[in-house]
Structures are given as structure tokens and as C-alpha cells.
């Protein structure tokens, strides 16, 4: 029944969103529009914040020391195809930003300094089992990006030059607990897959070589608070990991050794503005953790230390 329940709330806020979309202009200058239903945070290497936004389609920049807000790439800004629904990021070596579009069922490459867009895996680029809806992704030790999609409940590798996809652990693939709505990965700086599986109020640990599976916080492994709806994921500079939990509207931390648990900032630990429907989540170079707040439409910088937050960027 849980399950249930949150399979017709996640349609419900997936069809509110794809509605909104609709009805708002590019050229408003309605600053609520920008950040209406964010999918995706990441830290470019001179500390600009790219995220992924809903209404208008597109990616934003965000300045880190006065949140100054800009469009990167949208319809009307660089070229190639356009985003639909624009989510999950990730940041090459290069600079290059790849983000997963969870309508157009693709995987998308864009230039940093002009934002031209470039469809590089869909139904028509590359070959292996078609996208349903892919939420995010991450790049391993190989150049590979690592996508994970919630409906086909699977991660898949996809070459960054040809587009092939390849299935590397589903619940047909690999060992281990099913996924039920994987929605989240990170790869560790040795190779470590993990991935949030919101329905399993889980953290996974998968292995790239044979796709097994393995609870690795969560349902009795580590302790500390219980997961509700586990979203993004980031590691911290010290190798942890951070996870921005939905339904808790916590931050919380993971220990790279044991799995175990620890609030890092919610309503009771830390003070400053409260986290309303946190979903995306990056470690910033100096150890500050950043989380885009749907409910809030909001970018929030935490202190790691004490929790406390403050708003970058408010657009509400």
C-alpha cells in the first residue's frame, strides 16, 4: 500500500509539473518561474551552480557569491533540440554538462559557454533498451555516464560517444534486493556506485562488473535515522556521502565505512530558513553543502558543521 501511495503521488507531481510547464513564458519576468519544479544541482569547476529547471525548460546558472541567477541553455538560448524536462546533472573533467530529460527520454550534452544542446542517447542514438524515465546520473572511473531510471528500474551505462546503453544492474540483472524507484547515484572516487531507491527507503550499493545489489544504508544497515523517500545524492570532500531526504525534508549524512546515519540539517538541527521538498543536492569546493528545494524554489547553502542554512537564490 505504500508503495502504491507513493507511485499516484510522484504521477500527481510529475503531471502538476508537466502542467505548469506549459503555461509559463520564457521572457516573464516573474522571478518564481525560474525555479518552478528544479530537477538537478551540480558545481562546475570555478564554482558555478548549474540546475536544472522545469518552467521554462532549460538550465540555469547560478552565481555562488551573490546568487545571481542566469539562462544557460534553454529554447532561446544555444542551439540544438530543446528540453522538455530537464533533470538529473553531471559535469565532466572537460566541463562538458550532460543532464537526463525525463520526457524526451534522453540524455543530453551541452557546451558551457554557449549552451547548444546535443541529443547524445535517445530511442534514435545509439543502440541497447530505451530510456522510460531517466531522473539522473553520474560518470564513472571509465567516461561512461551512469544513468538511472525510475520506470524501467534499472541503471544503465551509456558511452558518452556513440550513445550505446547498456543495462548494468535491473532486477533482472545482478543479485540482491529489487530496485523499486531508483532516483538517485553518485560514483565514489574508487569506483563505488551507489544509488537511492526512494521507494525502498534505501541507499544500494551496486557493482558495475555483475549488477548485484546490496543494501548498503538503510532497512536495518547502519544506524541512525530511518530513510523516507532518499532523493540526491553528493559525496563530501572528506569521501562520505550527503543525501537529501524528501520526506523527512532532512539532510542527512552516510558513512562511507558503515553505512550509519546522522542529520546533518533539518527543521531541529540547524537554524535559518526550514527545507520544504529538498530533492537535489551538491558538495561545494569548500565543503558547503548546496540543496535545491522544489517547495521552496530555492537554492540553500548548508553549513556541514553545524547545519545551519541560508537562501543563494530565492525565487519565491
Same mark, same amino acid.
Given at each position: 500500500m505504500k508503495i502504491l501511495w507513493k507511485r499516484l503521488l510522484l504521477l500527481l507531481i510529475t503531471t502538476i509539473s508537466i502542467t505548469l510547464t506549459i503555461s509559463c513564458d520564457e521572457g516573464s519576468s516573474d522571478p518564481v518561474k525560474i525555479f518552478l519544479f528544479p530537477g538537478g544541482i551540480q558545481v562546475e569547476s570555478d564554482g558555478g551552480i548549474i540546475v536544472s529547471n522545469q518552467s521554462p525548460p532549460g538550465l540555469l546558472r547560478v552565481d555562488p557569491n551573490s546568487g545571481e541567477v542566469t539562462f544557460l541553455s534553454t529554447s532561446g538560448i544555444g542551439t540544438g533540440p530543446s528540453f522538455e524536462n530537464p533533470r538529473g546533472i553531471a559535469i565532466d573533467d572537460e566541463g562538458t554538462i550532460f543532464v537526463v530529460d525525463s520526457v524526451l527520454k534522453a540524455v543530453f550534452s551541452v557546451e558551457p559557454d554557449t549552451g547548444n544542446r546535443a541529443i547524445i542517447s535517445d530511442s534514435t542514438t545509439g543502440t541497447g533498451s530505451d530510456f522510460e524515465t531517466p531522473v539522473d546520473l553520474d560518470i564513472d572511473l571509465f567516461g561512461n555516464l551512469l544513468v538511472v531510471d525510475a520506470n524501467l528500474e534499472a541503471v544503465v551505462s551509456v558511452s558518452p560517444s556513440g550513445g550505446d546503453r547498456t543495462i548494468i544492474s535491473n532486477n533482472n540483472t545482478g543479485s540482491g534486493p529489487n530496485f *523499486?524507484? %531508483?532516483?538517485?547515484?553518485?560514483?565514489?572516487?574508487? &569506483?563505488? #556506485?551507489? @544509488?537511492?531507491?526512494? =521507494?525502498?527507503?534505501?541507499?544500494?550499493?551496486?557493482? !558495475?562488473?555483475?549488477? +548485484? *545489489? $546490496?543494501?548498503?544504508?538503510?532497512?536495518g544497515i547502519g544506524i541512525g535515522p530511518n530513510f523516507s523517500? %532518499?532523493?540526491?545524492?553528493? #559525496? !563530501?570532500?572528506?569521501?562520505?556521502?550527503?543525501?537529501?531526504?524528501?520526506?523527512?525534508?532532512?539532510? #542527512?549524512?552516510? +558513512? #562511507?565505512?558503515?553505512?550509519? *546515519? !546522522?542529520?546533518?540539517?533539518?527543521?531541529?538541527?540547524? $537554524?535559518? /530558513?526550514?527545507?520544504?521538498? /529538498?530533492?537535489?543536492?551538491? @558538495? !561545494?569546493? +569548500?565543503?558547503?553543502?548546496? @540543496? =535545491?528545494?522544489? &517547495?521552496?524554489?530555492?537554492? =540553500?547553502?548548508?553549513? %556541514?558543521l553545524n547545519g545551519d542554512r541560508v537562501i543563494l537564490a530565492n525565487v519565491g
Open positions: *523499486r524507484a %531508483p532516483v538517485g547515484v553518485i560514483v565514489t572516487d574508487d &569506483g563505488a #556506485i551507489f @544509488v537511492a531507491d526512494q =521507494f525502498g527507503d534505501d541507499v544500494l550499493l551496486v557493482d !558495475e562488473c555483475n549488477g +548485484d *545489489r $546490496s543494501v548498503f544504508s538503510g532497512s523517500d %532518499p532523493g540526491g545524492l553528493a #559525496i !563530501e570532500l572528506d569521501g562520505n556521502f550527503v543525501v537529501v531526504d524528501i520526506g523527512n525534508a532532512t539532510v #542527512i549524512g552516510v +558513512d #562511507i565505512l558503515t553505512g550509519n *546515519r !546522522e542529520t546533518i540539517s533539518s527543521f531541529s538541527v540547524g $537554524s535559518g /530558513p526550514t527545507f520544504l521538498l /529538498p530533492r537535489a543536492i551538491a @558538495v !561545494e569546493a +569548500d565543503g558547503n553543502i548546496l @540543496v =535545491f528545494d522544489n &517547495g521552496a524554489r530555492a537554492v =540553500f547553502r548548508v553549513n %556541514p
